[in-house]
C-alpha cells in the first residue's frame, strides 16, 4: 500500500475542465431546453458548474438572459429556471475547474457588457499565457469579476472588437494573443462564433438540426439532441454561424503536422460514442486494448475492464488474445454525489463505495484487469487488492496509456510530477506498490497510432509539448 495520508484525492482520476455548446435556431425556437440536453450529453467534461445564456436576434440588441449555478445539470436547470430563457441563439457550458476556484463566479458562460454590444463565452481548455494577459488588462483598469483564464478571453475579444469591422474579426485576433488550449464558443447579438485553437488540444463539432446550427464539444451531444454532424472545426479555424451560412477563417491554422490533440481525450475523457477528427473514441480504445494483448500478452482465463473507460480496451484485449471478456465489478455511478466524501483511511473506503468484486466472476481465476490509465497509483492497490479478496488467483494489470511522468498545462489536472506514481519508479517498482502479478503499459510508440496517425499531444508522457509549456506551474495562481 502507498501512504495515502496526505493525498487530497480521493479518486485517481484525472478530469476534464469542461464542455462547451452553442445553438442559433434561424427559424426563431427557444433554444434553451435543447441546449440543456445538450449539456447533460456533456455532463462528463464537468460537473462542478453549469449554466446557459440565451438572447433573442429579434429583440432588442444586447439583453442576454442567463442562468446558471453550482452542481449538476439538473440539480442547476428545472422547468422554473429555464421557462424564462427565451431566445433563438444561446450558449452553454459544463464545467470542472483545473485553473480558477470551484465557486459561483466561476461558472460560465460568461456574459460581458461593453461599449459595442454584449458577449456571451463558453471556454473548454487552459491558457499558459493567462497571467501575463490579465496583468496587462489589469494595467489598462479592468477589473475582473472572475478568477478564471474565460474572462481574459472575453475582456480581449471585447477590446479587439472597438477596432474590428465585425465580432468573429475580434474573435480571431484575440486568439492570436491567447496561448494555449481553447475551445470556443461565443454569442454575439446575431452571430454564433467557434474557435478552436491551433493545435486543437479540445474538440469542437458542428452540427444540424432541422433550420438550427449548433457548435458542441463532442459529437455526442449532437445524437442527443437528434442533430446530424457536419463537419469539425479545424484546429486553428474561426467559424461564424448566421442565417446567411457558415463563414470559416482558417489564417491560424498550422501544418497538420504541428496539430497537437489531446490524446487523452481518446483515452479517457471524451464519451465512447463521440467521433474526434475522424476517429471514433471507441475504435481507439478497443485498438489500445489490442495493442496491449499484441505488446504484452499473458496467460489468463479473463479480462476485465475498470469500469466505465477501461471497458472498451478490455473487449479490444479480449478480442486479439481470445481470452474471454467479462465483468468483474458493479460500479455505483452516484458516489461522485456523495455529501459525505469518504476518506481513503476510513471504512467506507472511497474505492470500496465506488466499485465492488463480483466474486463469483473472478474466484479462483487468473484475471487481466485494464485499467484506462494510473495517475497517482492511489486507487490500483485497492482494485487489485479487492480482486484476491474476491478469490482472484492472479491478478495482471495493463494500462490503456503510457505511464505519466510530466503535468498537463492544458485544462487536465495531471498533477505535478512528485504525485505521479511513475515518477522515479520503474514499472517493475510501480508493480510491486500495487501487488499487482504483472503490470504492463502501452507504449508511447503505439498512441499516434490509435488515433490513425493524427497528429497528437502527448506531453504528460514525454516531456515534449506542442507548444512551449509554461516555465513554472502556474495553475491555480489566481487564488493566492
Ligand atoms: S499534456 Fe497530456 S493531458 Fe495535457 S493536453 Fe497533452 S496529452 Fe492531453
Known sequence: ???????????????????????????????????YYGLFALQH??????????????????????????????????????????????????????????????????????????LALAHNGNLINALELRDELSLTGAIFQTTIDSEVIAYHIARERLHSATVEEAVGRA?????????????????????????????????????????????????TIGASFVRDVLPGEVVTITPQGIESDTSMCLQKEQEGRCIFEYIYFARPDSQIDGVSVYESRIKAGRFLAQDSPVDADIVVGVPESGNA?????????????????????????????????????????????????????????????????????????????AGAKEVHVRVACPPFLWPCYFGTD?????????????????????????????????????VNGLSICKGCFTGKYPLEPPKEDIRGEYEK
Open 414 to 450: 495531471v498533477p505535478a510530477r512528485e504525485q505521479l506514481i511513475a515518477y522515479n519508479r520503474s514499472v517493475e517498482e510501480i508493480r510491486q506498490v500495487i501487488g499487482a502479478d504483472s503490470l504492463a503499459y502501452l507504449r508511447v510508440e503505439r498512441l499516434e497510432e490509435l
Open 313 to 389: 480496451a478490455a473487449m479490444g484485449y479480449a478480442m486479439e488474445s481470445g481470452i474471454p471478456y467479462g465483468t468483474a465489478f458493479v460500479k455505483n455511478t452516484y458516489v461522485g454525489r456523495t455529501f459525505i466524501k469518504p476518506q481513503q483511511t476510513a471504512r467506507e473506503n472511497s474505492v470500496r463505495v465506488k466499485l465492488n468484486a463480483l466474486k463469483n466472476a473472478v474466484k479462483g481465476k487468473r484475471v487481466i484487469i485494464i485499467d484506462d490509465s494510473i495517475v497517482r497509483g492511489t486507487t490500483s492497490d485497492q482494485i487489485v487488492c479487492m480482486l484476491k479478496k
Open 45 to 118: 467534461r464537468g460537473q462542478e458548474s453549469c449554466g446557459i445564456a440565451v438572447s433573442d436576434t429579434m429583440g432588442p440588441k444586447g439583453k442576454v438572459l442567463s442562468h446558471k449555478g453550482m452542481g449538476l445539470v439538473n440539480e442547476v436547470f428545472d422547468k422554473k429556471a429555464l421557462a424564462p430563457l427565451k431566445g433563438d441563439i444561446g450558449v452553454g457550458h459544463v464545467r470542472y475547474s483545473t485553473a480558477g476556484a470551484s465557486t459561483r463566479e466561476n461558472a460560465q458562460p460568461l456574459v460581458l457588457n461593453y461599449v459595442k454590444g454584449t
Open 1 to 35: 500500500m502507498i501512504d495515502n495520508e496526505n493525498m487530497n484525492h480521493i479518486s485517481d482520476e484525472l478530469h476534464e475542465e469542461c464542455g462547451v455548446f452553442g445553438m442559433y435556431d434561424f427559424d426563431g425556437g427557444d433554444v434553451a431546453s435543447t441546449i
Open 175 to 223: 486568439c492570436r494573443k491567447i496561448k494555449g488550449a481553447y475551445a470556443l464558443v461565443v454569442m454575439s447579438p446575431r452571430k454564433l462564433i467557434g474557435a478552436r485553437d491551433p493545435y486543437g488540444f479540445k474538440p469542437l463539432v458542428i452540427g444540424k438540426r432541422d433550420n438550427a446550427y449548433i457548435l458542441a464539444s463532442e459529437s455526442c451531444a449532437l445524437d
